[in-house]
């Protein structure tokens, strides 16, 4: 995983898609299936995801890969 990714607070959707390979199109459209976390709105015009969500996000990614 980056080293410039936090373990707790917020990340927004680029440090989203340096750790998780697709495209920003296709992650709104599992955002929208359900298939990832929601955003959580912190302004007006800032779109973030709570880091635990994305984090368990990567886990079940990784745990879906290996097969178990």
């Not at 199109?25 to 976390?37: A, D, H, I, N």
């Not at 800032?46 to 290996?66: H, Q």
């Amino acid at each position: 995983m980056s080293q410039d990714f936090p373990q707790v607070g917020f990340v927004r959707l680029p440090q989203i898609l340096s750790v998780i390979p697709v495209s920003a199109s296709t992650w709104w459209r599992g955002v929208k299936s359900g298939k990832y976390p929601g955003p959580v709105k912190l302004g007006e015009r800032t779109t973030a995801w709570r880091v635990e969500d994305i984090l368990d996000l990567i886990d079940s990614l990784s745990k879906k890969a290996e097969g178990v």
